[in-house]
């Protein structure tokens, strides 16, 4: 059954009718066609630049500047793009099940600016910042002004974009969220993530076990894609459309 699209959509189609609860695991493939570099990959960001250096924590006290500069270019590019029919597709699908929860890995801020309402960002938000030492939190205002690495207002140390760099655990809160909804949860959507990072590449698991339905849609086979029950090959900008609008009928 796995890869013939019309069983698959059919068998996807009964399954959306009779369940209730959907998660959307989506990571940064989804956001490619938005003009958005993914991690790997033939064009990903590692084939050019060393992330150890530039979004680990390590990294970060080591050479603040230099990690503010890699950040603030990437903002900048963020900051100017757009959601696309993937992410959109997503959020009309909430309007019509409203127990759908995106969990997301990406940092872009898409998801909400399609107008998704039940989103989880696992690891943060590039356009967001924090202080290093105080509870100071802000978004950014089109761009980080110079000069780097930005400083506090209120207690002069370091500011820092509110990601989680390599080297970090989750948030424990947003952690243990993510868990509880999908160890709940009926169908898991997992879109164009390779599920190389973990603990995230954990979530399809839990829900597995708990009896949901996993539903894959990557441009590529992954390494989870033999313990998917439907893999979906092809761009999510494309897929997720045609899968989803079989909720409407
Ligand atoms: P990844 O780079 O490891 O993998 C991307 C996956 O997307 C691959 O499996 C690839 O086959 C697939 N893909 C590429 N284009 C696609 C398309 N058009 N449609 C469907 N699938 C497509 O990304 P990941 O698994 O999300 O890696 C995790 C890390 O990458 C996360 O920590 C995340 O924060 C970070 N990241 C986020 C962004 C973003 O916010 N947009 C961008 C780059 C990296």
Request: proline residues 6%.
């Amino acid at each position: 059954m796995k890869n013939n699209k019309s069983n698959i959509f059919q068998n996807i189609k009964d399954k959306i009718i009779d369940s209730d609860k959907f998660v959307f695991l989506t990571g940064a493939g989804i956001s490619k066609e938005s003009g958005i570099p993914t991690f790997r990959g033939p064009e990903g960001l590692w084939r050019k630049y060393d992330p150890m250096r530039l979004a680990s924590v390590s990294g970060f006290y080591k050479d603040p500047k230099l990690v503010w500069e890699f950040y603030k270019y990437r903002q900048e590019l963020i900051y100017n793009c757009s959601p696309n029919p993937g992410h959109t597709s997503i959020a009309d699908f909430e309007k019509i099940k409203e127990s759908s929860y995106v969990l997301t890995q990406n940092i872009d801020g898409l998801h909400e600016k399609a107008g998704s309402k039940n989103i989880i960002e696992l690891h943060g938000n590039i356009l967001k910042v924090e202080c290093t030492e105080c509870i100071f939190k802000d978004k950014i205002k089109q761009r980080i002004e110079e000069p780097l690495p930005p400083i506090c207002n209120i207690c002069k140390n370091l500011l820092r974009p509110s990601v989680i760099l390599f080297g970090e655990p989750l948030n424990q809160e947003v952690w243990e969220k993510a868990e509880q909804i999908s160890n709940n949860c009926d169908v898991m959507f997992i879109v164009g993530t390779s599920l190389n990072v973990g603990p995230v590449n954990q979530l399809p698991l839990y829900a597995k076990r708990n009896g949901a339905i996993l539903i894959e849609v990557n441009s590529e086979p992954t390494i989870f894609t033999e313990l998917m029950d439907y893999s979906v090959q092809g761009s999510a900008t494309e897929m997720l459309p045609q899968l989803l609008d079989i909720a409407h009928k």
